[in-house]
């Protein structure tokens, strides 16, 4: 996890800022989407449950980790 957090940091710090969408939630949601998708980790998006949605759900090995942005 640490490697990931690291390893997403440097993604967003090599973004230009004239790009950068007002760091608006649904804009960092879709690059750590798009990003951990294109590595091959089975993440899922606005899953819905009981009590509203998740923002994503990504299954690793014999864990899941739940993220809200």
């Known amino acids: 996890m640490d490697y990931l957090c690291q390893t997403l940091n440097q993604l967003f710090a090599a973004i ?10 649904a804009y960092f949601h879709s ?9 091959g980790y089975y993440i899922e998006s606005e ?3 009981a009590t509203g949605r998740i923002d ?3 299954t690793y090995e014999n864990r899941i980790y ?3 942005f």
């Open 16 to 25: 230009p800022y004239q790009i950068f969408q007002n760091h608006s939630e």
């Open 31 to 39: 690059i750590i989407f798009i990003a951990l998708k294109l590595c």
């Open 66 to 68: 739940l993220f809200e």
């Open 47 to 49: 899953v819905s449950v």
């Open 56 to 58: 994503a759900v990504l």
